[in-house]
């Protein structure tokens, strides 16, 4: 689930597919990688997010805060380019598929959607323009364990990178 | 999930027990229930705020976003003094027990913590100050079925209090 606040200063969550993580150079830890529509309205929020991550089998919760940065149809630098279609070659083709529809959120339009026919998606190994990698590199960990007794541990990145881990009450 | 912005206006997600809706005359619809600690870090956030739910056997995603209220132990009308004793009662004694322990999120006390006694947390059918019952009163429920085609249908409320559905793209 990754949470993010509209423009008008809301409270948003959705489910994301994790696709990884990130070893481009963010910052010294690795980023959470997912894909997004460029036409999706979480675009346009703002940067500071979280992922809340819960493992119902093990009762684990991970909450991840952490700088959101999108990889773009306008991405510049090499590396960001290189990892925009390297993910794109691994998106299965169905959801490939999406990123050729109408806009997501918008009204449905009357006429009759003609949907891409399988292989007609162009070149498959180079991402269409709505095509969007999201990277977020996380600052803040916090770890919830719902054992008896419950265990609790939030991790802080310091300026220099390195991590600190303190206990703390569930 | 439950998605809050803090004070800062960042983005904040962590998993809820769903306690069921209530039929409190909120307004014209049922609110999302959870419960939650007075001195949890969400007390202070804003009140615009989204749950998502996901459905993993049927593929199905419930976004509700809706305006939360707090009852806590200052709560003067009859009815949120009532909502409350009457979830606190339906609450099992392990989590009961949390709400007598030390402040969620505060670093741990390196002095022993004694926990109380299974039967010593005074009467059992009366809610101590910390626990608080969170309403969500939604406004806007954004569905996503994840078969193929997928459909997608936004609700809203409007202002007489009914409801309008509309179809978008997924």
Redesign the interface.
């Known amino acids: 689930?990754?949470?993010?606040?509209s423009k008008e200063?809301?409270?948003?969550?959705?489910?994301v597919v994790f696709r990884g993580w990130s070893d481009l150079d963010l910052s010294s830890s690795e980023a959470f990688k997912f894909i997004t529509d460029l036409r999706s309205e979480k675009m346009s929020h703002?940067n500071?997010?979280?992922?809340?991550w819960?493992l119902t089998e093990t009762r684990e919760?991970f909450?991840i805060?952490g700088n959101l940065m999108y990889i773009t149809k306008d991405a510049k630098e090499e590396k960001f380019v290189n990892e925009r279609i390297s993910t794109w070659k691994t998106v299965s083709e169905?959801s490939q598929r999406?990123y050729f529809?109408?806009?997501?959120?918008?009204?449905?339009d009357q006429t009759p959607l003609v949907?891409p026919a399988a292989g007609a998606l162009g070149n498959q190994s180079f991402p269409p323009d709505s095509f969007v990698v999201g990277l977020v590199d996380p600052f803040k960990i916090d770890y919830l364990h719902l054992r008896?007794?419950?265990v609790?541990k939030?991790w802080t990145k310091k300026e220099q990178g390195e991590w600190e881990g303190?206990?703390?009450?569930?």
Chains 1, 2 share one sequence.
């Open positions: 689930q990754l949470a993010t606040v200063g809301h409270a948003k969550v959705r489910t703002g500071i997010v979280e992922v809340c819960y919760q909450r805060a169905a999406s529809s109408p806009a997501p959120g918008q009204i449905v949907e008896s007794p419950q609790r939030i303190q206990n703390v009450n569930p």
